[in-house]
Nanobody
Framework: QVPLVESGGGLVQAGGSLTLSCVGS????????IGWYRQVPGMVREWVAT???????NYVGFAMGRFTVSRDNAKNTVYLQMNDLKPEDTAVYYC???????WGQGTQVTVSS
């Protein structure tokens, strides 16, 4: 199974925005429930949001109102738009099918205060 590929991370000041992308080369993402996760070094990886194949979207509490998940089926890409970023959002962000599979390399998001 080929891991999904994350991109779009970077360094941003608090209050700024970033949009992460998740591309599937071996999977049709529109047919899969895709989850976004993040991990701070030394901490447990945590779930951030999910976009289902049916279009249903769910967010963890801290993401509500600031993060938006969307999907472009033509590009086989899932996005995580993050607004009003805070230093505590600093982490490596990953995407993966909710059914499991290998983790990709993730994309680093660093928010400076």
């Amino acid at each position: 199974q080929v891991p999904l590929v994350e991109s779009g991370g970077g360094l941003v000041q608090a209050g700024g925005s970033l949009t992460l992308s998740c591309v599937g080369s071996g999977s049709t993402l529109s047919m899969i429930d895709i989850g976004w996760y993040r991990q701070v070094p030394g901490m447990v990886r945590e779930w951030v949001a999910t976009i289902g194949s049916s279009g249903v979207i769910n967010y963890v509490g801290f993401a509500m109102g600031r993060f938006t998940v969307s999907r472009d089926n033509a590009k086989n890409t899932v996005y995580l738009q993050m607004n009003d970023l805070k230093p505590e959002d600093t982490a490596v962000y990953y995407c993966r099918p909710m059914t499991g599979g290998p983790w990709g390399q993730g994309t680093q998001v660093t928010v400076s205060s």
